[in-house]
């Protein structure tokens, strides 16, 4: 009987959740989930290790990898065959501020939620 699927901790919601080609005779769309594009955020765009990312979402690395893997994947489909990318769905939750931000390892929400009291 395989594990349950852990929840992924995600630090927000995208602010922006659809990207649309121009010049495109039929419009297909990818699925991109939260989960990906956090694990996209962190890796890419903060420049973290997989380890960091894992740490920071609560996943082992190796789920950080084939999740990023996917991603990039989706990404990559999206650009070259003209398709709308649309982040949505996943298995996720987002931080409350408390587990990452607290020991100030987040970099997108530690500044809304540390030293609240």
């Known amino acids: 009987m395989p594990r349950p699927v852990r929840v992924r ?3 927000e ?4 959740t659809r990207f649309v080609p121009t010049g495109a005779d039929k419009i297909e769309s990818q699925v991109l989930t939260i989960e990906e594009y956090e ?3 962190h890796v ?3 420049k973290k ?3 960091e990312c894992a740490e920071q979402m609560a996943i082992s690395r190796t789920t950080v990898t084939e999740i990023y893997e996917t991603a990039r994947y989706k990404i990559a489909d999206a650009i070259i065959n003209g398709k709308v990318l649309c982040i949505e769905g996943g298995n996720y939750r987002v931080c409350e501020g408390g587990e990452c931000c607290s020991a100030n390892k987040c970099d997108t929400c ?3 939620h540390v030293n609240k009291d």
């Open 49 to 51: 290790t997989h380890e």
């Open 110 to 112: 530690k500044n809304d």
């Open 44 to 46: 890419d765009y903060q």
């Open 13 to 16: 919601e995208p602010k922006f």
């Open 9 to 11: 901790r995600v630090c």
């Open 39 to 41: 694990v996209i955020r």
